[in-house]
Every structure is written in structure tokens, then in C-alpha cells.
């Protein structure tokens, strides 16, 4: 699939993140991720599940949650990612369906999960508006009455001009710099981001593309889908959303 950018193609590989991000994923994330916070809150919400991750990865939550004693089945783009999840403790016996879940249809869980969760900004990877009320569809499709999805992605900041943004630092360890270029089309809500990793003169680079959304914006997809908005805080520990918030956690439920 291509889309514009900046007045020239760009091509959407659903899977390209993966590839070129998978062996060094964990590494560049950890610290980055309150995983204990969206356990517990994942883990109550979903009740006695089955539960549905869409973009899986690494298996950051979905490992946590089948310690908990919930069925967790996860999808993915990419088979890079989903190999690093299989390499871990107990991977292996997670279900994983390798397909684009901006249109997903899983017979056996159709109706069926107490949650569906789609975390750490995955609702922007996908190339537009269109596929991101697909994805609010497709979680739409595997719930039961009452079940929740789930939604945890940046707020967009209104103070972003067009073209290049300020390069920002992400990592800066003895044994690793990571650094972040962005380029901003406020048209056509997207960036395209560059990540700079630099360890122990091993220079890496990770390009990505996002198409941003102001949270309002995922509510009215939510409407679209059938989904009825519940909640929504600054972060995993339920503090409360506000102007100034950078982060949220959407909560939207069917029926």
C-alpha cells in the first residue's frame, strides 16, 4: 500500500518495522514501558478472558498476562517479532496469527474476548485513517458484549510546525546513544521518524512512518466501529487525563 508523504510515495510494509527492529527491540525499549502498570489494569479489565493482542511483538504483556492464567492469543505483521517472542521463556505456546489486523477475522474468536488491546502507539503505525478504523473494526469483530479494547498511543502536540522536528535524545547510556529525527506533515497527520543507534561504534538506523490521531479523533473511530468510550487516563496507573498529558489509555467498550 502507498501513501503520500511530503509530496512523494510512501510505501507501507506492514512487516518492515519488524524486520529491521526485532533483535534490538527490547534492548532500545527497556525502561520505556510501565509493563507492571498495564498488566495489572490489562488483567482486570479482560476478567477471565480470552484476550486479544493486536501487534504481540516481543511478547512484552502477553507472556505476563499467561503467567496470570489468562488465554492470550496475539497478532502480528511480522514474523522477525514474532521469532523474539518464541525465543523467550514460555513463548512458544502462545498462539500467534501472522496477518494485517486493519482487517482481521479470527472464526474461533469472533464474539469471544473479554479484551483486545492494541498498546504503545501500534494504532499509528498503520498507514491512514481508514486502516485505523479498520483496527477499531477488527476489535470490534472479536469482542463479547461488554468486552473492552484497549488503546495506549501519544497525544500529538498542536505546537508541531511543518517539515523537520527538533532531533530529541531517547537513550543515553554509557554503551548506547539513541537519538530521534522526525519529519511532520501536519496535512496529512504523519511523521516519519528515524531512530539513531549508535553502540559501541555500531551505527543503526530504524526509519518508521506514523499517522497520527488527536485522541477525539479515536473516539469518533471507536463510534464508527460500535464501540462506546469508557475511560481514558494519562497512563497505566489511572491518572487522570488532563491538558497536559503527553500519553493516554483509551478504554472502549461494545455494547
Same mark, same amino acid.
Given at each position: 500500500?502507498?501513501?503520500?508523504?511530503? &509530496?512523494?510515495?510512501?510505501?507501507?510494509?506492514?512487516?518492515?518495522?519488524?524486520?529491521?527492529?526485532?533483535?534490538?527491540?527490547? !534492548?532500545? @525499549?527497556?525502561?520505556?514501558? *510501565?509493563? *507492571?502498570?498495564?498488566?495489572?489494569?490489562?488483567?482486570?479489565?479482560?476478567?477471565? &478472558? %480470552? /484476550?486479544?493482542?493486536?501487534?504481540?511483538? +516481543? #511478547?512484552?504483556?502477553?507472556?505476563?498476562?499467561?503467567?496470570?492464567?489468562?488465554?492470550?492469543?496475539?497478532?502480528?505483521?511480522?514474523? =522477525?517479532?514474532?521469532?523474539?517472542?518464541? $525465543?523467550?521463556?514460555?513463548?512458544?505456546?502462545?498462539? /500467534? +496469527?501472522?496477518?494485517?489486523? +486493519?482487517?482481521?477475522?479470527? %472464526?474461533?474468536?469472533?464474539? !469471544?474476548?473479554?479484551?483486545?488491546?492494541?498498546?504503545?502507539?501500534?494504532?499509528?503505525?498503520?498507514? *491512514?485513517?481508514?486502516?485505523?478504523?479498520?483496527?477499531?473494526?477488527?476489535?470490534?469483530?472479536?469482542?463479547?458484549?461488554? #468486552?473492552?479494547?484497549?488503546?495506549?498511543?501519544?497525544?500529538?502536540?498542536?505546537?508541531?510546525? =511543518?517539515?523537520?522536528?527538533?532531533?530529541?535524545?531517547?537513550?543515553?547510556?554509557?554503551?548506547?546513544?539513541?537519538?530521534?529525527?522526525?519529519?511532520? *506533515?501536519? /496535512?496529512?497527520?504523519?511523521?516519519?521518524?528515524?531512530?539513531?543507534?549508535?553502540?559501541? $561504534?555500531?551505527?543503526?538506523? @530504524?526509519?518508521?512512518?506514523?499517522?497520527?490521531?488527536?485522541?477525539?479523533?479515536?473516539?469518533?473511530?471507536?463510534?464508527?466501529?460500535?464501540?462506546?468510550?469508557?475511560?481514558?487516563?494519562?497512563?497505566?496507573?489511572?491518572?487522570?487525563?488532563?491538558?497536559?498529558?503527553?500519553?493516554?489509555?483509551?478504554?472502549?467498550?461494545?455494547?
Amino acid at each position: 500500500m502507498a501513501t503520500r508523504y511530503g &509530496g512523494a510515495p510512501v510505501t507501507h510494509d506492514p512487516a518492515g518495522y519488524g524486520r529491521r527492529m526485532a533483535a534490538d527491540y527490547d !534492548a532500545i @525499549y527497556a525502561g520505556r514501558h *510501565d509493563t *507492571d502498570g498495564a498488566v495489572e489494569l490489562l488483567a482486570e479489565l479482560a476478567g477471565a &478472558g %480470552p /484476550v486479544l493482542e493486536l501487534g504481540i511483538g +516481543t #511478547g512484552r504483556l502477553a507472556l505476563p498476562l499467561r503467567r496470570r492464567g489468562l488465554a492470550v492469543h496475539g497478532v502480528d505483521a511480522s514474523d =522477525a517479532m514474532v521469532a523474539e517472542l518464541r $525465543g523467550k521463556p514460555d513463548g512458544a505456546g502462545v498462539p /500467534v +496469527t501472522i496477518a494485517d489486523f +486493519t482487517d482481521l477475522r479470527l %472464526p474461533e474468536l469472533q464474539s !469471544a474476548c473479554t479484551l483486545v488491546a492494541l498498546v504503545f502507539n501500534t494504532i499509528f503505525a498503520v498507514p *491512514d485513517q481508514a486502516a485505523q478504523v479498520g483496527c477499531y473494526r477488527s476489535a470490534a469483530r472479536h469482542l463479547r458484549p461488554g #468486552g473492552h479494547f484497549v488503546v495506549e498511543a501519544w497525544v500529538p502536540d498542536s505546537g508541531w510546525s =511543518a517539515g523537520h522536528l527538533p532531533v530529541r535524545s531517547l537513550v543515553v547510556d554509557a554503551d548506547r546513544v539513541i537519538v530521534e529525527t522526525a519529519e511532520h *506533515d501536519p /496535512v496529512r497527520q504523519t511523521l516519519r521518524t528515524t531512530k539513531v543507534s549508535l553502540a559501541d $561504534g555500531d551505527l543503526r538506523l @530504524y526509519p518508521a512512518n506514523h499517522r497520527y490521531a488527536w485522541p477525539a479523533e479515536l473516539d469518533l473511530m471507536a463510534e464508527l466501529a460500535g464501540l462506546r468510550p469508557v475511560a481514558r487516563w494519562a497512563d497505566w496507573r489511572r491518572s487522570p487525563f488532563t491538558a497536559d498529558s503527553r500519553q493516554h489509555v483509551s478504554v472502549y467498550r461494545r455494547g
